[in-house]
């Protein structure tokens, strides 16, 4: 069965929907579908972000979800971001979630609402609003009277602006399933009794607002009825919902893994996430989402953990530029393709399951009217299968599922990957005029009244140590705690050196005392924050001044009562130990501090204020020096194609475009020189099973969306904090550079590049026996002699080709039966 008879059904599917676009739709289900209007469906589903990505990029992101064979997207609803204070809400720009909404049933395709409203989702404090932190007596995901009556006002809120703009299916949108909660059956057993009222109090009031769709809730094998429980992970075949009579769903398949600052960077195979899903779809599964579909960026201070870095692309089939991820995108598409060509005696068939030993199984689906569709899988790790069914053999390799979609014709394997592996590249910015290296004005961030221990007009006090973002309420990554020691002359430590020792609860901590810097420090690693500051310090006056910088690197997301994690040097203790016996000699944890928050360059609105009169210098540009703020401006990269900008070498800060914030940057934080290596598919897959870029800084370059950029002149602004040097910051565009594609007979060669640009040369190409890897290709012993020639005819100057393989297109091989002739192709666009 050729692929483009799917695309034809993709296409009445969408053509279906978009009939159903101004009518009410029933939304149902039992055990083997979900309904839509009576018609049994299986749904394929996409996460994607609204505030990680911009209302400019929503169309693109959506129609490439599209066309990869997705029926709907979907999203979490951010509550930090539409209420960051108290009734004060914001749902303009990336916040615009109808706006998102409508964009996803424009392109005819359904959504999936997950309220929450935690969401997890390595999101600053989970989605949760900071403000919720600093009410007495609150207590998040529990049955807390304060909490509830919060997290009610927001569904709530969320729920009437979806009924307002007719978005449910019931009233005629696109939202056919709504999600109450998320994963809470992971943390529940922390909190008791307590814990099983707040569910049972979360699935009644969910129930009340009357959606007219299913409620569903992850992780939650005790949903109360009529919730769905789901599943979660990188494998869902196994899950069995609780209630027989609900279908089999997977709201997070997990397409990669998160980065984080310190870490390598972690992939999982196109092979692996097409496994798993061929798995979960040949065990009954109705509902599959990839988590993320498209991983985008935590642009601003929305990164969470804490350590999660800006970039969020997850290795998702969509990259966080946008980009099609190859292969992992092209071949889940074909999937995709395959599955929804069997909907039908999925969601009707009867199902019979063999287990051939090994590993090895057959699950067949049959109709009475003689229709059959089949799945055989290989669930061993080493050992390649030949298995014998209704007649035929077909070789089905280690931790693999072959589809038969009529019991006959293999038309799909997980492991046989045919779409064209893409190697994206940065190119040079070439807009007219650009200098080579940008100009640089800088101004250093103004640390002497806090260093001299005064605050200003809103400072607070108190006689301890306090929780940082009780006092930020996280409007700045920064508090200064700043106490005056006394030690009179008499004291015997008087006129000697001794330890500053700082129990820091995390993440980054500046020390100072009187007035001169005596060192920095921050947590070792993610999910290592906490650490003990030590330093030695001078007594050489009676009155000295104590300045301690802390600084959040994102706030916890995940853990049971994370609310009730300390950041900053909350609780400390902070003392002064003698160097030569190692005793604590004055414990200052008491005193009277002062506090300050946030920076004197954040109070100026040095990143977005560009037409400010404040003198900023133009020469002796320094570099290396900590807490400087450096200016330049830029013209926009031609063309459409993904801007980037490199910071390699910046050591840790904040970046901004035009005060728009792309996000922290911290490119001197390399992570491990161990852990990489061939990444093999087989098996099952963890962060740490198949990790690339050891040794090398997690981070360096930035997305800086175009929809930030003006078309003559921008300001890019760093805040460096622990120092660096702007004059290697440059901006490129990304861009595919080469494409690698290799088929077997029977089946289509195709090869793209991005942005407009053309094949402009066939590096290698050839059909036979061939060797190698994308890059590293080699000939083998037999090879048509004319495939070389159709090839170039087809694709040079071309922004795309196809190709179909078969010795009667490309010329006979001479290989010989027994050896697998495949065309195998590497192009530089």
Known sequence: MEYYYFGVLIKMAVLALLCFATMAMEVSYDERAIKI?????????????????????????????????????????????HEPRRREYNFDGRNDLVRFIKTVRDAGLYAVLRIGPYVCAEWNYGGFPVWLHQM?????????????????????????????????????????????????????????????????????????????????????????????????????????????????????????????????????????????????????????NYYMYHGGTNFGRTSGGPYISTTYDYDAPLDEYGHPNQPKWGHLKQLHAVLKSMERILTHGDNATTDLGNGVATTVYTEEDGS????????????????????????????????????????????????????????????????????????????????????????RSASRLVDQILVTGDASDYLWYMTTVQIPKSDPIFNKEVTLRVNCSGHVLHAFWNGKFVGTQHGPAYGQFNFVFEAPVQITQETNQLTLLSATVGLANYAPAFDKFYTGIAGGPVQLVSGSSGKVVKDLSKNTWTYKVGLDGEEKRLHSDVSS????????????????????????????????????TMGKGEAWVNGESIGRFWSNFSSPLEGCGECDYRGGYNPGKCTLECGKPTQTWYHVPRSFLETDGNVLTLFEEFGGNPTGVNFRTVTV??????????????????????????????????????GGYEKGACESEEAVALVRESCLGKTSCSVRVSEANLGATKCGRDVDSRLVVHAVC
């Open 613 to 648: 009169d404040l003198t900023w210098q133009s020469g002796d540009l320094p570099v290396d020096r900590p807490m400087t703020w450096y200016r330049t401006t830029f013209k926009a990269p031609l063309g459409l194609e993904p801007v980037v900008v490199d910071l390699h």
């Open 37 to 81: 209007n009576g018609q049994r469906r299986i749904l394929i589903s996409g996460s994607i972000h609204y505030p990680r990505s911009t209302p400019e990029m929503w169309p693109d992101l959506i129609q490439k979800a599209r066309v990869g064979g997705l029926d709907a997207i979907e999203t979490y609803v951010f509550w930090n971001a």
């Open 136 to 288: 007495p007596g609150m207590e998040i995901r529990t049955d807390n009277a304060m909490f509830k009556n919060e997290m009610q006002n927001f569904t709530t809120l969320i729920v009437d602006m979806m009924k307002q703009e007719k978005l449910f299916a019931s009233q005629g949108g696109p939202i056919v399933l709504a999600q109450i909660e998320n994963e809470y059956g992971n943390v529940q057993n922390y909190y008791g009794e307590a814990g099983r009222r707040y569910i049972e109090w979360c699935a009644s009031m969910a129930e009340s607002l009357d959606v007219g769709v299913p409620w569903i809730m992850c992780q939650q094998a005790d949903a109360p009825a009529p919730m769905i429980n789901t599943c979660n992970g990188w494998y869902c075949d196994n899950f069995t919902p609780t209630n027989p009579n609900t279908p089999k769903m997977w709201t997070e398949n997990w397409t990669g893994w998160f980065k984080a600052w310190g870490q390598n960077d972690p992939h999982r195979t196109a092979e692996d996430v097409a496994f798993a899903v061929a798995r979960f779809f040949q065990r009954g599964g109705v509902f599959q």
């Open 372 to 459: 059959c569709g089949a799945f055989l899988s290989n669930i061993n790790t080493t050992d390649d299968a030949t298995v014998t069914f209704r007649g035929n053999q077909y070789l089905v390799p280690a931790w693999s599922v072959s589809i038969l979609p009529d019991c006959s014709e293999e038309v799909y394997n997980t492991a046989k990957v045919s779409t064209q592996t893409s190697v994206k590249v940065k190119q040079p910015n070439m807009a007219e005029n650009q200098p080579e290296q940008l100009q640089w004005v800088w101004r250093q961030e103004h640390i002497d009244d806090v260093l001299r221990g005064v605050a200003g007009p809103h400072a």
């Open 737 to 774: 550079g080469t494409a690698c594609a290799s088929v077997g007979e029977g089946g289509v060669l195709e090869l793209s590049c991005s942005g407009g640009r053309s094949i402009s040369k066939i590096e290698f190409a050839s059909f036979g026996d061939v060797t190698g890897s994308c």
